[in-house]
């Protein structure tokens, strides 16, 4: 089955700067590749996703890129803000409609 | 609009009871989905539906079984609690319409002692 592996785990940046969070995959077969945002106490949101037909995507100040050769893919904040901060899983659908899900990554936002 | 709504929020159970959590969604969406959320680990599936009265299993599900009488409505059922279930629980949903975008519960969380 597809494997999903995130890093890094914890990630603390000031507000102002950028925030990367990188992913890779195991199955070639992969072709949807979301992001989610979950709050303390909440369940997790989708932010951003991406098919393996797109090389980059944006919306405002959130970016995903995606290198099918590499199984990669990676999560990209811009002038980050104390309310990103959050912990963030990317996952990745062979078309099963079955989300594989990374561990995770707690980002810490410093005002 | 609730979305998807789940109950009960907090449980407690002793090894070997049983219990039921119930998902509820209010989209008319196809698919539905069980994940378990443990520290380190992130969300890993347990069951899913893809339409009222089909489940099928995910990458953990020895100890869980699973309804999906009514469309709007998933089952999750935990016939032996064991210690290892001690988990959040989270339930989802999607169109099935080609947009594969989750929508999810706020989760329960399971203490087994």
């Known amino acids: 089955g597809e494997n999903v592996e995130q890093h890094p785990s914890t990630l603390s940046v000031q507000e102002g700067d950028s925030a990367v969070i990188k992913c890779t995959y195991s199955d070639s077969a992969s072709n949807y590749f979301p992001w989610y945002k979950q709050e303390l106490g909440k369940g997790p949101q989708l932010i951003i996703d991406i098919r393996s037909n797109v090389g980059e995507k944006k919306d405002q100040r959130i970016a995903v890129t995606l290198n099918k050769t590499a199984k990669h893919f990676s999560l990209h904040i811009t002038e980050t803000q104390p309310e990103d901060s959050a912990v963030y899983f990317c996952?990745?659908?062979?078309?099963?409609?079955?989300?594989?899900f990374g561990s995770g990554t707690r980002l810490q936002v410093q005002p | 609009n609730a979305g998807v709504t789940q109950t009960p929020k907090f449980r407690v159970l002793k090894t070997g009871q049983s219990m039921t959590l119930l998902c509820a969604q209010d989209?008319?969406?196809?698919?539905m989905y069980w994940y378990r959320q443990d520290p380190g680990m992130g969300l890993r599936l347990i069951h899913y539906?893809?339409?009222?009265?089909?489940?099928a299993k995910g990458e953990v599900p020895d100890g869980y079984n699973v309804s999906r009488l009514k469309k709007q409505n998933f089952l999750l059922g935990l016939e032996s609690a064991a210690p290892s279930q001690t988990s959040v629980y989270f339930c989802?949903?999607?169109?099935?319409?080609?947009?594969?975008?989750?929508?999810f519960g706020s989760g329960t969380q399971l203490s087994v002692l």
């Open positions: 989802a949903s999607s169109s099935g319409t080609g947009d594969e975008k989750l929508f």
């Open positions: 539906s893809v339409g009222e009265g089909t489940t």
């Open positions: 989209m008319n969406h196809e698919y």
């Open positions: 996952a990745a659908d062979t078309g099963r409609r079955a989300l594989t």
